[in-house]
């Protein structure tokens, strides 16, 4: 007689068989290796192919062509193949997958560069800051080599890229390995949503990778998309993406606060602020209206992508309970994005959606529409803009001009940020050069890429020796004294449209010159860069010249006698007024309730951290430090440089800089 224990039993054993096949996973002998080919293509974020990407496949390697393709063949003995693409300049992309013996898999992989890269002093850290709002905080001596041995170097190099829905289209393909499975601390196996991930590389004074160290922690503040921050909850957990496995990994959890979400990790790789569901499975065949199957089209399936194959099916691991879950597709040469099925529908793990056949015909199609707007107002600056009478569907999230002296320019080039929406909008191109001609073009960028408008050319007036204003007017000249120093200063940066009404307020962030050049158009932001060093003390252009080498100057050979005084070579303040020297800066310094950055905006200067501009290349690095140069020359060991003040919200301090450097300016009246 069979026991009612024994009958319990079979019940469970039944009902535990029936969810795992309703799912239907594909069970697959782990420790059977496979060989297996990856077909794809490597684009950057404006969907340009990219030459050169190293890609590793286990012991496999191959290098994308001209055209981005590549094709690599391995073996993989576990149960997920995984695929790492890798190129200078960019941040690392990956592919994981479910592995089948002598199966072809195709992919696209979108590498994208780092939102910001910047240097810290290993020995006291700091905290890199995003224009998003999400932040790194990297803590003093706490950086170890990759194998856990002493890191000697004196610099970190810290790249951060944000990954989110605010990316649109490009967000799914640079999601490490182009998968949100999981799994969590009861190792059980998860599909994800995520509300923001960050990707933070570390390097030191030769390039290599570092690491925090053992017992260190740092914390990390991701930015909550706008279509999110209504969902978001108050607490959610971290996820990091192991490369081992091919997965994401459940450690710890983040906290909301704001439309912000804080959490703390004991290592830098990228994390993942998501909400867990139990996987479950779409699959589907494409054809167009003729029934020819539809190979290799790369289909968007709620926050993933996966690609059809040679017989146009496709199948994706999605989360189960969550809807509505939308499949589109995006046509790159049309620039639109097309919905092909909206499954709302209740899901749960114990069914597997199988769509049967979706016809190409017929489908919600949307294009993006921009336009151009005339040049004028032409001298080494000039105004242009765009209109935008279509938005392709999903909703425009930036837009500006892009140029160059080169014709079709795009984002990678000048470029830009005049918020977002349809309708028009005025931009400003600064930072050019006289007597030379530019392309210019509207852009406007979606979850299905970015669009460009016709293409304008314009040339710019002679330059000369007058003075370029970056946003079209002077600085105002308005006063303010220091009582315990008894001096007086302008109110605000050279080239700000505002004193500082907080110590990260753009408006008051002003230019950022090069020491002892004048105001040509060099010190705006967005000047374009020259690697040709001046021999002369006015060159004749307005480029930020850049230097990777040597005494790092502009000028060669050096000239001591410039920003001297009043009535010094190059003074770039306003009639009266002049650079500071290293003690009147300090002297303001000392003054100071709080030694850092904070104390520098509660000081009668308010005095912002307006960032700087690398000698080396021209990169932009704002919000985490402040840096003003004085008039006052190196010597010594330091004779190459010039003097300045530097603050963050730890500390403040005089240093010398390399003068190629590009620092903010704040004037003394003489």
């Not at 794809?40 to 191959?62: H, K, M, P, W, Y």
């Not at 995003?130 to 002493?150: E, H």
Request: hydrophobic share 35%; net charge negative.
């Amino acid at each position: 007689m069979v026991s009612m224990k024994n009958i319990v039993f079979y019940i469970m054993t039944i009902i535990t068989i029936l969810f795992w096949v309703g799912c239907e996973k594909e069970l697959i002998n782990p420790s059977a290796e496979k060989t297996v080919t990856v077909n794809g293509i490597v684009l950057n974020e404006d969907g340009v192919a990219l030459n050169g990407v190293s890609l590793s496949f286990g012991t496999a390697s191959a290098t994308s062509d001209v055209s981005g393709a590549f094709s690599v063949t391995g073996a993989v003995s576990g149960e997920r193949g995984i695929l790492i693409a890798e190129l200078p300049g960019y941040m690392k992309g990956s592919y994981s997958f479910l592995a089948e013996a002598n199966k072809n898999y195709t992919t696209k992989v979108i590498l994208g560069q780092a939102d910001v890269s910047t240097t810290l002093p290993s020995a006291t850290g700091g905290i890199v800051s995003l224009s998003s709002g999400a932040q790194v905080v990297i803590p003093a001596n706490a950086v170890t080599r990759m194998d856990g041995s002493t890191y000697n170097g004196t610099t970190v190099k810290v790249d951060v890229k944000e990954i989110n829905e605010d990316l649109g289209a490009a967000f799914s393909a640079q999601i490490p390995g182009i998968t949100l499975s999981a799994i969590n601390i009861n190792n059980e196996e998860q599909e994800l949503v995520s509300y923001g991930m960050l990707t933070v590389e570390l390097y030191g004074d030769n390039n290599e990778a570092l690491q925090l160290a053992d017992g260190q922690t740092s914390e990390l503040t991701f930015t909550i998309p706008a279509g999110q921050q209504a969902s978001a909850p108050a607490t959610i957990p971290l996820w990091y993406f192991d490369e081992t496995i091919g997965l994401w990994r459940e450690d710890g959890y983040a906290t909301k606060q704001g439309n912000q979400y804080k959490g703390n990790v004991s290592h830098f790789t990228t994390w993942n602020c998501d909400q867990p569901h139990p996987p479950c499975t779409i699959s589907g065949c494409l054809e167009d209206d003729l029934g020819n199957a539809q190979a290799n089209i790369t289909l968007q399936i709620g926050q993933i992508t996966t690609q059809t194959d040679a017989n146009g099916c496709f199948s994706a691991s999605v989360p189960a309970q969550f809807l509505p879950i939308n499949i589109s597709f995006t046509d790159y040469v049309q620039m639109q994005s097309c919905l092909l099925y909206t499954l709302s529908s209740v899901i749960n793990p114990s069914v597997n959606y199988n769509l049967g056949t979706i016809v190409l015909s017929n489908l919600n199609c949307i294009s993006l529409t921009v336009s151009t707007l005339p040049v004028v107002n032409i001298s080494t600056t000039a105004t242009s803009g765009g209109n935008i009478t279509n938005n392709g569907g999903p909703p425009i999230t930036q837009r500006g001009v892009v140029w160059s002296t080169t014709p079709n320019p795009t984002t990678a080039n000048n470029n830009t940020i005049d918020g977002s929406g349809t309708g028009s909008f005025s931009s400003t191109l600064t930072g050019l050069t006289a007597n030379t001609t530019y392309y210019v073009r509207a852009y406007a960028t979606n979850s299905a890429g970015t669009a460009y408008g016709n293409e304008v050319s314009f040339t710019t007036t002679a330059g000369g020796s007058g003075t370029v204003h970056c946003t079209g007017t002077p600085t105002a000249v308005v006063d303010v004294t220091n009582p315990s120093t008894g001096k007086i200063w302008m109110d605000r940066n050279l080239g700000a449209s505002q004193a500082a009404t907080s110590s990260t307020d753009a408006n008051s962030y002003g230019d950022l010159y090069q020491w002892g050049r004048r105001a040509d158009g060099h010190q705006c932001r967005t000047s374009p860069t020259t690697a040709t060093l001046s021999s002369t003390d006015q060159p004749a252009h307005g480029d930020f010249i850049t230097i990777d080498s040597g005494n790092y100057d502009w000028r060669s050979p050096q000239n001591d006698n410039l920003w001297q005084g009043v009535n010094g070579i190059n003074n770039p303040c306003p009639s009266g007024y002049r650079l500071p020297t290293n003690a009147e800066l300090d002297a303001e310094r000392a003054s100071w309730s709080q030694n850092n950055s904070a104390g520098a905006f509660a000081s009668p200067l308010k005095l912002p951290r307006a960032g700087n501009r690398e000698a080396s290349d021209g990169s932009l690095y704002v919000g985490s430090y402040g840096e003003y140069w004085s008039s006052t020359v190196g010597t010594g060991a330091n004779s190459e440089e010039a003097g300045g003040l530097i603050f963050s919200s730890s500390s403040a301090y005089m240093l010398y800089n390399d003068r190629a450097e590009g620092l903010s300016v704040r004037c003394i009246k003489d």
